[in-house]
């Protein structure tokens, strides 16, 4: 039996220490959940942001307003709080993009607004107010685009159109609608103004 028991003795060891060490490799992990990495933290948080973009002449080209900023920089991602971005084109009215949240690219060139967007055209010349509604939109800012692949509500005076997507150029103020595309049209809207 003494000889059994010395054969079998090593392995009885490895498995007290393999056991040991498992136990120990247990309670030196941290607890489950969501790890938090330094790419996860923020660089920098601004709250009350207020910037402005000017073209070559010193004319404002867009001013960006958000309730709250908070910068990542391991993929220099941006996220906005209540953003409003206004996009000023010639002499014409401007535009103005409003949501509850935004990522903006690390270089400014796209912005994501997301969760009740609303863009209003202030009326100007003989045009009324125009408002698109929607729940995700894209803008390129230095291209003056909009876009978006989701349900859309247009409101101006005297029609309301619903379609499944647009695009939208502020600068030479065409608006292409995609998708199934219905509307109303009052023409009493107009005599109103």
Do not use: C
């Not at 100007?124 to 698109?132: Q, S």
């Not at 390129?140 to 695009?167: C, F, Q, W, Y």
């Amino acid at each position: 039996m003494g000889d059994r028991f010395s054969g079998w003795f090593p392995l009885l060891l490895l498995a007290v220490l393999a056991g040991v060490t498992l136990w120990l490799d247990h309670i030196a992990q941290p607890p489950a959940g969501p790890r938090v990495t330094a790419s996860d933290e923020p660089d920098y948080i601004v709250d009350g942001l207020s910037a402005m973009r000017m073209d070559e002449e010193g004319r404002v080209k867009h001013t960006l307003r958000a309730q709250k900023m908070t910068h990542f920089p391991e993929d220099d991602l941006t996220l906005l709080v209540e953003p409003r971005l206004v996009t000023y084109t010639d002499e014409r009215s401007p535009v103005t993009v409003s949501a509850r949240h935004a990522r903006v690219s690390g270089n400014g060139e796209n912005v994501y607004f997301e969760d009740g967007v609303r863009v209003v055209r202030a009326p100007h010349g003989n045009r009324t107010e125009l408002v698109v509604e929607t729940s995700y939109l894209h803008v390129i800012p230095d291209a003056n685009i909009a876009k978006t692949d989701r349900p859309v509500t247009i409101r101006d005076a005297s029609a309301v159109v619903v379609a499944s997507g647009l695009e939208l150029n502020s600068e030479s103020r065409v608006l292409s609608l995609h998708g199934r595309v219905k509307g109303t049209y009052d023409a009493r809207g107009l005599k109103s103004r």
